[in-house]
């Protein structure tokens, strides 16, 4: 009976861990974002060609 309880321990442990590492993980998604999606759009215009124009604020750069 004691191993029972030690594998619930574990597990609710392991579940923890991941919560925190979600939600770690989308905050620093929120935060950087912007500046995710403007890197992307950079290279996307890049391969089409166009030239990129930076927006006034982080994500809202746009190809021309």
């Known amino acids: 009976m004691k191993n029972i309880g030690k594998s619930g321990q574990a597990l609710v442990e ?5 919560a925190l590492v979600t939600v770690i993980a989308v905050s620093l998604i929120k935060v950087f974002g912007g500046y995710l999606k403007d890197s992307i759009t950079k290279t ?5 060609g166009e030239t ?9 750069g746009k190809c021309q």
């Open 44 to 48: 996307s215009c890049e391969l089409v």
């Open 14 to 18: 392991y579940v923890l861990i991941i």
């Open 52 to 60: 990129y124009k930076k927006g006034a604020n982080p994500g809202e």
